[in-house]
């Protein structure tokens, strides 16, 4: 009995103190828990927070974006008929830029074509004018062959009618020397008839 009493007080204590170990555990796991559940108090107190400042940031931008989109849609209405006037006065700018465009095309094909007639009226009385000046080249130089023989008879002919005049002025002089010469002789021979009166 004492042995068992021994043995009982043995297992009384073991489980004496496994109880106080065990309560000890409970007792620091409930501080813990304690601990973890205020953090997780806290925690959901600042996410309720950050959550209500991001719900407040998020209703503040859609509240913005609203007021821009209406700004914007207001801007677009009052927009709409400077666009509508803008497209008009570009389609009207394009409808005379064509006509213009096309007018320039015309007067260019105009100005071609007068450009190419009168180039080729050029190139043909430039040719025309070297053919005349060729014929024209060849006329003065026949011209000139012709006047040169001319003013060689004339100059021959001039030359003829000079000996011919000198022949005939040495005549002239040839018969007044023969007359003075022989009026000379008969005057000569005058006294004498003086001298018999």
Not at 119 to 130: W, Y
Not at 172 to 196: D, F, H, Y
Request: charged share 25%.
């Amino acid at each position: 009995m004492t042995e068992k009493a021994f043995e009982l007080h043995a297992e009384l204590g073991n489980a004496a103190s496994e109880v106080s170990s065990l309560l000890a555990d409970i007792d620091r796991k409930s501080k813990v828990e304690d601990r973890n559940r205020v953090l997780i108090q806290n925690f959901h107190a600042q996410l309720d927070q950050q959550l209500e400042v991001v719900h407040e940031t998020v209703a503040a931008s859609v509240t913005e974006q609203e007021q821009q989109l209406k700004h914007f849609r207001n801007i677009a209405l009052e927009a709409d008929p400077l666009i509508n006037k803008l497209q008009n006065n570009l389609n009207n700018q394009e409808e005379k830029i064509d006509v213009f465009a096309q007018h320039q095309h015309e007067v260019h094909s105009r100005t071609l074509q007068m450009t190419r007639l009168i180039s080729s009226t050029i190139l043909n009385f430039f040719d025309s004018l070297s053919l005349d000046f060729s014929k024209l080249t060849l006329l003065m130089e026949e011209a000139r062959t012709v006047n040169d023989q001319e003013l060689y008879a004339l100059e021959k002919k001039f030359k003829e009618y000079a000996v011919n005049e000198e022949r005939q002025l040495l005549d002239k002089v040839a018969e007044m020397l023969a007359t003075s010469t022989a009026r000379k002789i008969k005057l000569v021979g005058s006294p004498i008839n003086w001298q018999c009166i």
